[in-house]
């Protein structure tokens, strides 16, 4: 398929158009029709890019799925869980950008009034989870430490988009992302500790 | 509201009932006015036990939220962190009974055909998650060590669960649980400790 040959940007622009409009009239308000006519395309061109309504509000969690898997999979020869994971974290850093932050406050005012925007959203939270545990299963972790080490590193890229979005300054992603992760894996080692009053 | 009154057990037979139609039909092909009428009731019934079709396979779910949270709560004063989790873990013993590992069994395969019962899903296990996790700040664990221990509490339910389901003698669902615990206390330690190789 040639998509996008004869619309450049194409997928950005339906993206906009989207939010724009589901900021503006709801998501449930808003026809696929109304997206594609804003973008300056027809209804056949926004199914070309995006399989339904809802799927174009989440492009984002997909380019993250792939960054994080890559950097596990480039990670160097010796490299330990805890380097895949802050290797995968860094990689984010390309995408966390200035005008990102605008797009990502509007599409949470969004989705946080659509539970059906949620249920996509955990969807995509599941996908890349499962994508980064194949990544650290290839690079010969267990399944119980890929599984461990997928779930920690979303619980810090979590916690680190959380503060990113609130700073105002431009301290890159990567230094709350190495933050979130050296927090979670202090905690991790109280837990691991804290044995001894059990049965 | 007096749900139930006239229908002993309403909520229990809607379920069964669902279940053996969608093993049957599929969960597309079933209506709820047929899942009323195989368990004897009317449309109106089921929609006061369960909000959409799609509820009706999640109860246990909710089952779970409620047990978690409350054994959490009702753990002993100066219980750690761990001690918290592996009581939350233990709690969920009174619902694992063999006759659930039949259902479970019909109910996976029910759901992996379905993508929507995949996404309920996930709300489920996120809504579970909060409620651990709200759980967890109320005993004076702060927001990261609250949300962390929820998701190891979480990701060691999911392998116990899995261990259990395949096991055929009756070791209880505790010691699956016990297990899968200590197992991820292991792996967070050499987590915590494999810092050296990082910038």
């Given at each position: 398929?040639?998509?996008?040959?004869?619309?450049?940007?194409?997928?950005?622009?339906?993206?906009?158009?989207?939010?724009?409009?589901?900021?503006?009239?709801?998501?449930?308000?808003?026809?696929?029709?109304?997206?594609?006519?804003?973008?300056?395309?027809?209804?056949?061109?926004?199914?070309?890019?995006?399989?339904?309504?809802?799927?174009?509000?989440?492009?984002?969690?997909?380019?993250?799925?792939?960054l994080?898997?890559?950097?596990?999979?480039?990670?160097?020869?010796?490299?330990?869980?805890?380097?895949?994971?802050?290797?995968?974290?860094?990689a984010a850093e390309?995408?966390?950008?200035?005008?990102?932050?605008?797009?990502?406050?509007?599409?949470?005012?969004?989705?946080?009034?659509?539970?059906?925007?949620?249920?996509?959203?955990?969807?995509?939270?599941?996908?890349?989870?499962?994508?980064?545990?194949?990544?650290?299963?290839?690079?010969?972790?267990?399944?119980?430490?890929?599984?461990?080490?997928?779930?920690?590193?979303?619980?810090?890229?979590?916690?680190?988009?959380?503060?990113?979005?609130?700073?105002?300054?431009?301290?890159?992603?990567?230094?709350?992302?190495?933050?979130?992760?050296?927090?979670?894996?202090?905690?991790?080692?109280?837990?691991?500790?804290?044995?001894?009053?059990?049965?």
């Amino acid at each position: 398929m040639t998509v996008g040959r004869w619309e450049p940007n194409a997928r950005e622009r339906l993206e906009t158009a989207a939010l724009d409009l589901f900021v503006t009239n709801g998501y449930e308000g808003t026809t696929v029709a109304q997206i594609a006519e804003r973008a300056g395309m027809n209804r056949a061109t926004f199914f070309r890019h995006f399989a339904d309504k809802r799927e174009v509000l989440f492009g984002g969690e997909d380019v993250l799925a792939g960054l994080f898997a890559d950097a596990i999979a480039g990670a160097p020869l010796g490299a330990t869980l805890s380097d895949c994971m802050l290797a995968a974290l860094a990689a984010a850093e390309v995408v966390m950008t200035s005008n990102l932050r605008v797009v990502a406050a509007r599409r949470i005012a969004v989705v946080a009034l659509s539970s059906e925007l949620q249920e996509r959203g955990l969807l995509k939270h599941a996908r890349i989870a499962t994508s980064v545990t194949a990544a650290l299963r290839k690079r010969g972790e267990d399944e119980v430490a890929a599984r461990l080490g997928a779930e920690i590193t979303l619980l810090a890229f979590s916690f680190a988009f959380e503060r990113w979005m609130k700073a105002n300054d431009d301290e890159p992603f990567s230094s709350f992302a190495e933050a979130a992760l050296r927090d979670l894996q202090t905690r991790t080692a109280q837990l691991a500790h804290a044995q001894r009053f059990s049965s």
